[in-house]
């Protein structure tokens, strides 16, 4: 089934806050950095507006759908723009310390090299709006020549995303206590669609 993508804007930062909190709430990592799940979805919509808001700003948000899948983007010449620190800081209150470990990790083995960035990308479920939105986004990138760079936070999503055109980029992120997360890499070329519908 063939999907419509569209840019989002500013109107759009509510329900995507919202739809990156409620698809991330099981994943390992947000699992970790927030470990009492009342407290995880009281805090998540907080947390991930920052990087919404940055999207919106500095890259652009890809939509599909009434909000059935969301893709954040930040074309990066060579370090990556950070979100408001303030209000990461406020949005994790007493799991700050777990989160600031994992963003320096980032920064660390983030690339150099100009390319792409997908922060997060979340869909619901088993319809194909992953995909559309990574295919519709990796065109692009190739009539620009453009990388793609990203962290998957599970090993199934690690192998959806090789079979995206994606390759493991060195070792796994992982934090003290916490979760592998798996750098990787997508040089510009000639796309193929696969099913992708998990969160990076």
């Not at 409620?22 to 994943?27: K, Q, S, T």
């Not at 979805?41 to 947390?47: K, M, S």
């Not at 192998?159 to 997360?181: A, F, H, N, S, V």
Request: charged residues 20%; aromatic residues 12%.
């Amino acid at each position: 089934m063939t999907y419509t993508v569209r840019r989002a804007g500013q109107h759009d930062e509510e329900p995507i806050t919202q739809l990156l909190a409620d698809r991330f709430h099981d994943d390992p990592v947000s699992s970790w950095i927030f470990p009492d799940d009342a407290d995880r979805r009281a805090r998540h919509p907080d947390f991930f507006r920052p990087f919404v808001q940055l999207a919106l700003a500095e890259g652009h948000v890809d939509v599909v759908g009434d909000y059935d899948g969301v893709a954040l983007w930040l074309d990066v010449l060579d370090v990556p723009p950070d979100p408001d620190l303030p209000l990461l800081q406020g949005a994790c209150g007493p799991n700050w310390a777990r989160a600031e470990q994992l963003f320096a990790l980032f920064e660390q083995h983030h690339p150099t090299k100009e390319h792409a960035y997908l922060p997060f990308i979340a869909a619901h479920p088993g319809h194909g709006f992953g995909t559309a939105l990574l295919t519709h986004r990796a065109a692009e990138m190739d009539r620009l020549g453009q990388a793609g760079y990203l962290e998957a936070s599970t090993p199934r999503s690690a192998r959806l995303y090789r079979r995206l055109g994606y390759e493991g980029l060195g070792e796994p992120i992982q934090p003290t206590g916490g979760p592998p997360l798996f750098p990787m890499w997508r040089p510009p070329q000639l796309w193929h669609m696969e099913a992708f519908d998990g969160p990076a």
